[in-house]
């Protein structure tokens, strides 16, 4: 990506007022039934995975930049996110997980809440049309920015903008099956041509109901230099809020005892130690995603203060921080964080810079360079805190087992508390 773009896509409220419909009678029934299942939905989560691509000037194709894969709950109507796996929802923007390239959020569950619970906006009714093989209704909507609230940020500017769109929802069972919604009358700060959101609804069972959530969207965000960043975004793997049960149509075993849960010591770990560690995870380009987990070992005793302070064998745990690919020269930005490290009885928080990388453990990929006075080290930068970014170079790579890294820790930001065990 040539800068730095996100989108916050707050809520679209909209009053439905019908114009010329010949059927008040269906849509009434159609907001009923909507209303009723957006405010009857669990709090749940979902993996959200987004496929981003960039357009360059004066091309019709768009070419993949990288996935990322974030866990996203709606939590009393608020999106929360996390890595996934992590377990650890803040309130927080999406922004300070994914800190580059095109974003874009409050498409999850915000958007047909406040589209059709909110009641803002006025709409037309369209007809009936086939969509993807289904007999649907279509309605057009309008929104000023004061009923619209969405807001687009770009790397040169925000603004909350005016929008419209259409709405399609079945004819026989009135469930929502897709929206559309285009930015107008964009202030030129934004430097934005066009600004595009897709979403396609199905429902899924979600605790004991059966809920209408987002399958899947698209975002698509075109600059007046002909430029456009896209996100493809699909939900998966849903579940109820704080619920681990997943269906499993087996017979399910016979419960085991619960064993007593140890007491976990935390350890809070001194700034510039010295930790070597090995990747035990493989990271392929063709599949890997941003947020994707990444597991570790340390190789050897770490002392301090002539004391032993992590041991040999320690786990190390992470996710991937950023995966892009430069056109010129061939190459591919890798970013990775490790945030715990977890041994016998004790845990603490991994704060670290990546200082130096083993290139005779990198097998047959090559570590972009650079010569401090007569030494060859390897390219390594720290726009991310807390993670470390280097490059490979080609347009794809695959690390060979037991990759080795050296980071030195660095101080708890104050306020950090740890993790909950």
């Known amino acids: 990506m040539r800068a730095k773009r996100c989108v916050r896509l707050f809520a679209i409220a909209l009053t439905m007022t019908a114009g010329g419909s010949p059927d008040e009678n269906r849509l009434i029934r159609f907001k009923e039934r909507i209303r009723r299942d957006m405010t009857s939905i669990p709090n749940y989560t979902c993996l959200e995975t987004i ?45 300070s997980l994914v800190t580059s390239g095109t974003i874009g959020y409050g498409m999850f569950a915000n958007f047909a809440r406040n589209l ?27 929104l000023t920015p004061l009923e619209g609230n969405w807001e687009i940020r ?73 430029e456009a960043g896209r996100n493809a975004i699909e939900f998966s793997q849903c579940r109820e809020y704080q619920s681990e049960s997943k269906i499993n149509f087996e017979v399910p075993p016979a419960p085991l005892p619960e064993l007593p849960k140890l007491a976990v010591r935390e350890v809070d770990l001194p700034a510039d130690l010295l930790i070597p560690i090995e990747l035990d995870t493989v990271i392929d380009s063709k599949t890997a995603g941003v947020g994707d987990a990444l597991h570790a070992r340390v190789v050897e005793e770490v002392r301090y203060q002539g004391g032993p302070a992590v041991p040999q064998g320690a786990t190390v745990t992470g996710h991937i921080r950023s995966l892009s690919r430069r056109s010129w020269p061939a190459s591919i930005a890798v970013g990775v964080q490790f945030s715990d490290v977890d041994w016998d009885g004790a845990h603490a928080r991994f704060n670290a810079k990546l200082v130096d990388l083993d290139r005779n453990s990198a097998g047959t990929h090559r570590l972009m360079t650079y010569f401090d006075g007569d030494r060859s080290k390897v390219v390594i930068e720290s726009k991310i805190p807390g993670a470390g970014i280097f490059y490979i170079d080609g347009a794809g790579f695959r690390t060979a087992p037991g990759f080795r890294m050296l980071w030195r820790t660095l101080a708890i930001p104050q306020g950090v508390t740890h993790k909950t065990r």
């Open 154 to 226: 770009t790397k040169a500017a925000s603004a909350v903008v005016a929008s419209h769109g259409s709405f399609w929802f079945d004819s026989a069972s009135l469930d929502l099956i897709r929206l559309e919604a285009h930015g107008e009358a964009m202030p030129d700060t934004l430097q934005l041509k066009e600004a595009t959101i897709e979403i396609d609804y199905a429902r899924a069972h979600i605790g004991d109901s059966d809920a209408l959530l987002p399958k899947r969207s698209e975002m698509v965000l075109t600059h007046f230099s002909g």
């Open 51 to 95: 496929g981003r691509a960039y357009r360059e000037p004066h091309s019709r194709s768009f070419k993949p930049v990288d996935t990322v894969r974030l866990e996203v709950s709606s939590v009393a109507g608020k999106e929360l996110f996390a890595w996934p796996g992590g377990h650890r929802f803040e309130d927080q923007e999406i922004t």
């Open 116 to 142: 059709f619970v909110a009641g803002e906006g006025t709409l037309q009714y369209r007809g009936e049309e086939n969509l993807a093989g289904r007999g649907s209704v279509r309605y057009d909507f309008h």
